[in-house]
């Protein structure tokens, strides 16, 4: 296609609608806390267009136009262009002409190979698709510029979440750069300072409240019914259409070749569907013919998916109380697990859980590629290493680990770790012992050259 071919294409906008994925009503009002208004379960945005034509077209365009058009907007100075997310706005519901998106033009992240996190895993061929390089510092920013803007285009002047930290960095940002309010509800003492500290900094009116990240839920479940406030968590459908594009992103940098496997952390289960249906969206419009297989990873303390799945086959979620040093994964009573299962189901994926020795010990294997990620993320590749261990994953395999935060979320951690104290008084201490050679303790010394370069030469000897 010549580039005045391209240029010529025009889109339609997306049609699309609410569905449940319990019912499979459509049309119905959702409720406040974005519930299907006959049976109460998750609503998901569906488009009828692309089910129903024999050749599959999203906005009126096949699959080679889709791409091209894609690719062609890469060089485009306007903002919708510019992000990673609206970029790919025909698997998007529309906003309308009428209404601008909210974008700090995320997306756009990169994808790293990972060399020695590749041997040390037992695969040919690992990778990492790092959405801690948002602009908040978390994919989440992928789903809150869709979310947001739909908020405004509804009229809301209040957003709302409760949150481990990422989605109300994200949220406040997104708010306040689309001229709204936004109220913060996170577990006190639960999670990071860095992102308590974006909340404030962005602006939102952060509530501290003393009990964990699901009670949290529960009370803005209570708050939306009485206040005119938006919900912006992930059971908003809006968040989930944004994440696809993270799918869709990848699959444009591996030059549409699908690889064997993608590896996601799970918390809320939110992101792993939203992969998910990206892929499966993908398939049916005829822009890739296979699929990876998608697995999830839980740290053990929140597990209630790994539970669901082993003890009851995933009939009927099974509640834990979180408890894990990958804040932003304490969750224990996930609001999307039935979207998450349907995704496992589909793409023949796996659930693993990993300790909290193995994840610290994977966070400082990513960090030493010069990459780093925050806690959640590293539960991916602690993940992959089981699965390998197990037979689970080929050895020729291509894989994929979606890193979820940045390093610098949590600094905390990282500290501890290198120093050592990070498990020093927890049942952990013990197992941690394997962990002394991957820390990197910081030296005080005296302020002379001498120090510095026998600590250089010391260096020199290990
Ligand atoms: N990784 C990070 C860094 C997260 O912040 C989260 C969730 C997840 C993974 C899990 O993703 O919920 O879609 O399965 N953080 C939420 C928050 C819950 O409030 O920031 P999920």
């Given at each position: 296609?010549?580039?005045q071919?391209?240029?010529?294409l025009k889109?339609?906008p997306?049609?699309?609608?609410l569905?449940c994925?319990?019912?499979?009503?459509?049309g119905?009002?959702?409720?406040q806390n974005?519930?299907?208004?006959?049976?109460?379960?998750l609503?998901?945005?569906?488009?009828?267009?692309?089910e129903t034509e024999?050749?599959?077209r999203?906005?009126?365009l096949?699959?080679?136009?889709?791409?091209?058009?894609w690719?062609?907007?890469k060089?485009?100075?306007?903002?919708i262009?510019?992000?990673?997310?609206?970029?790919?706005r025909?698997l998007l519901?529309s906003l309308?002409?009428?209404?601008e998106?909210?974008t700090?033009?995320e997306?756009?992240?990169?994808?790293?190979?990972l060399?020695?996190?590749?041997?040390?895993a037992?695969?040919s061929?690992?990778?990492?698709?790092?959405?801690?390089m948002?602009p908040t510092?978390?994919f989440k920013?992928?789903?809150?510029?869709t979310?947001a803007?739909?908020?405004r285009?509804q009229?809301?002047?209040?957003?709302?979440?409760?949150?481990?930290?990422?989605?109300?960095?994200?949220m406040?940002?997104?708010a306040?750069?689309?001229g709204?309010r936004?109220l913060?509800l996170?577990?006190?003492?639960q999670?990071s300072?860095s992102?308590?500290?974006?909340s404030l900094d962005?602006g939102?009116i952060?509530?501290q409240?003393?009990?964990d990240f699901?009670?949290c839920?529960?009370?803005?479940?209570?708050?939306?019914?009485?206040?005119p406030?938006?919900?912006?968590?992930s059971?908003n459908p809006?968040r989930?259409?944004?994440?696809?594009t993270?799918?869709?992103?990848l699959?444009?940098?591996?030059?549409w070749?699908?690889p064997?496997?993608i590896?996601v952390?799970g918390g809320?289960?939110?992101n792993s569907s939203?992969?998910g249906?990206a892929?499966?969206?993908m398939?049916q419009l005829?822009l890739?013919?296979?699929?990876?297989?998608?697995?999830i990873i839980?740290?053990?303390?929140?597990?209630?998916?790994?539970?669901t799945?082993r003890?009851n086959g995933?009939?009927?979620l099974i509640?834990?109380?979180?408890?894990?040093m990958?804040t932003a994964i304490r969750i224990?009573?996930?609001?999307?697990?039935?979207?998450?299962l349907r995704?496992?189901?589909?793409?023949e994926?796996?659930v693993e859980?990993?300790?909290?020795?193995?994840i610290?010990?994977?966070k400082?294997?990513i960090?030493?590629?010069?990459i780093?990620?925050?806690?959640?993320?590293?539960?991916?590749?602690a993940g992959l290493?089981k699965?390998?261990?197990?037979?689970l994953?080929?050895?020729?395999s291509?894989?994929?680990l979606?890193?979820t935060g940045h390093?610098?979320?949590?600094?905390?951690?990282?500290l501890?770790f290198?120093?050592?104290d990070l498990?020093?008084?927890?049942p952990?201490?013990k197992e941690?012992?394997?962990l002394v050679?991957q820390?990197?303790?910081?030296?005080?010394?005296?302020?002379?050259?001498?120090?510095?370069v026998?600590?250089?030469q010391e260096a020199?000897q290990k």
């Amino acid at each position: 296609m010549t580039e005045q071919a391209i240029s010529a294409l025009k889109s339609k906008p997306a049609v699309s609608e609410l569905r449940c994925i319990g019912c499979g009503a459509t049309g119905g009002t959702p409720t406040q806390n974005l519930r299907c208004s006959v049976c109460g379960d998750l609503l998901e945005i569906a488009y009828p267009g692309w089910e129903t034509e024999n050749e599959s077209r999203a906005a009126g365009l096949t699959a080679a136009q889709l791409k091209a058009v894609w690719s062609q907007r890469k060089t485009s100075r306007l903002a919708i262009d510019q992000s990673g997310v609206w970029r790919f706005r025909e698997l998007l519901p529309s906003l309308g002409e009428c209404y601008e998106p909210i974008t700090l033009r995320e997306g756009n992240t990169p994808v790293y190979e990972l060399p020695s996190c590749a041997r040390k895993a037992g695969v040919s061929f690992l990778y990492a698709k790092h959405q801690g390089m948002n602009p908040t510092g978390s994919f989440k920013d992928t789903g809150m510029t869709t979310a947001a803007s739909f908020a405004r285009q509804q009229g809301f002047r209040w957003v709302a979440c409760a949150s481990t930290g990422n989605t109300s960095a994200s949220m406040a940002a997104y708010a306040s750069r689309g001229g709204m309010r936004s109220l913060v509800l996170i577990p006190d003492g639960q999670i990071s300072w860095s992102k308590l500290a974006q909340s404030l900094d962005y602006g939102a009116i952060t509530c501290q409240l003393k009990t964990d990240f699901d009670g949290c839920m529960r009370v803005l479940n209570e708050v939306v019914q009485r206040m005119p406030v938006y919900l912006l968590n992930s059971v908003n459908p809006y968040r989930v259409e944004g994440q696809k594009t993270l799918a869709i992103e990848l699959l444009e940098q591996f030059d549409w070749q699908v690889p064997d496997h993608i590896i996601v952390p799970g918390g809320n289960l939110a992101n792993s569907s939203a992969i998910g249906k990206a892929f499966l969206e993908m398939k049916q419009l005829g822009l890739i013919s296979s699929l990876p297989k998608i697995s999830i990873i839980q740290a053990e303390g929140a597990n209630p998916l790994v539970r669901t799945i082993r003890e009851n086959g995933g009939k009927k979620l099974i509640p834990v109380h979180a408890d894990t040093m990958a804040t932003a994964i304490r969750i224990g009573n996930p609001a999307s697990w039935k979207k998450a299962l349907r995704v496992l189901e589909a793409t023949e994926g796996m659930v693993e859980q990993v300790s909290e020795v193995e994840i610290a010990s994977a966070k400082a294997e990513i960090g030493a590629e010069g990459i780093g990620c925050e806690p959640a993320s590293a539960v991916t590749l602690a993940g992959l290493k089981k699965l390998t261990n197990q037979g689970l994953v080929k050895a020729n395999s291509t894989v994929v680990l979606v890193l979820t935060g940045h390093l610098l979320k949590d600094p905390d951690f990282t500290l501890k770790f290198h120093r050592g104290d990070l498990f020093k008084g927890t049942p952990h201490e013990k197992e941690a012992s394997v962990l002394v050679p991957q820390q990197k303790e910081p030296f005080v010394l005296e302020a002379t050259a001498d120090a510095v370069v026998r600590t250089l030469q010391e260096a020199e000897q290990k």
